[in-house]
C-alpha cells in the first residue's frame, strides 16, 4: 500500500503572501498535537484527541452524524494584518462519498455570524478537487490530496489525508481583531463509518 507521513513538514510548504505590497509574514499559531494534553488548554473549544499508530496524535475524530460538537478556535490578530494563510492537514477516515463535505466557517464575532464559510466537497478517491473559494468569493484554497490507503479506523475502508491551504485577506475580519475558526466534518453517518480529524495546523499572519 501507498506510504506517507500524516505530519506535514511546514518548511515543506509554500509560502504565500500578496503581491500587491511588500509585507511581513510570521506563524502566529501552530501545534502538531503531540505535546497536547488537553485542547482546551491550547483554546480548541469542543476539542478531542485521538492518538493512532499511522496519524500520531491528532484533533478529532469528528462525525456529524454521530452528533458530535464540532471544533473550533479563536486567534488575536494585529492591527497592521493583512493577509493571513491558515494551513492544515484534513483527515478523511473511512466511507466518505459525494453526499459528505468538509466546511471551515470563518467568524470575526465568535460564532454570532460568519464572514465566509469554504466548502469542500469530498468525492470518490482520486478526483478529490484541488482549489477553489469560498462561499463570498474572497477567499482562495488549494489542496494536495494523498493517495488513499486503508490505514485504520475501519479496516473495510480506505482513508485519505488532504493538506489544506487557505489564503485569507485580513480586510474580511472588520468587528474585531480576533478571527474564529470552526471545522465542520458534514458527514451522515456514525463514527464506525466515517468520520474526520486535523492536524499540523499553522496560521501565517502577513503584515504591512
Known amino acids: 500500500r501507498p506510504s506517507y507521513s500524516p505530519s506535514y513538514n511546514p518548511s515543506d510548504r509554500p509560502s504565500y503572501a500578496p503581491s500587491s505590497s511588500p509585507t511581513a509574514c510570521s506563524s502566529i499559531y501552530t501545534t502538531d498535537f503531540e505535546s497536547i494534553v488537553d485542547p482546551a488548554l491550547d483554546g480548541w473549544t469542543n476539542g478531542q484527541l485521538t492518538s493512532q499508530s499511522n ?15 464540532m471544533p473550533y478556535k479563536s486567534f488575536e490578530l494585529s492591527s497592521t ?15 466518505w462519498n ?11 464575532d465568535g460564532l454570532g455570524s460568519y464572514f465566509d464559510i469554504i466548502q469542500i466537497d469530498i468525492t470518490a478517491f482520486g478526483t478529490d478537487p484541488t482549489s477553489g ?11 494536495v490530496n494523498e ?9 473495510i475502508y480506505r ?17 474585531s481583531s480576533t478571527m ?10 456514525t463514527l464506525l463509518n466515517e468520520s474526520g480529524g ?8 502577513c503584515s504591512s
Not at 496519524?55 to 460538537?69: N, P, Q, S, V
Not at 474564529?180 to 453517518?189: H, K, R
Request: hydrophobic share 45%.
Open 55 to 69: 496519524f500520531t496524535t491528532f484533533l478529532g475524530r469528528y462525525a456529524l452524524g454521530a452528533g458530535t460538537a
Open 81 to 95: 494584518s493583512t493577509f493571513l494563510t491558515l494551513y492544515f492537514d484534513f483527515y478523511e477516515f473511512d466511507s
Open 98 to 108: 459525494i453526499e459528505d463535505s468538509f466546511e471551515i466557517r470563518l467568524s470575526d
Open 133 to 143: 473559494t469560498s462561499t463570498g468569493g474572497s477567499i482562495s484554497w488549494t489542496m
Open 147 to 155: 493517495p488513499a490507503a486503508s490505514q485504520g479506523f475501519n479496516a
Open 159 to 175: 482513508d485519505q489525508v488532504h493538506h489544506v491551504q487557505v489564503n485569507i485577506p485580513a480586510s474580511l475580519v472588520v468587528n
Open 180 to 189: 474564529t475558526v470552526e471545522f465542520i466534518f458534514l458527514t451522515n453517518d
Open 198 to 205: 486535523l492536524d499540523n495546523v499553522e496560521l501565517i499572519e
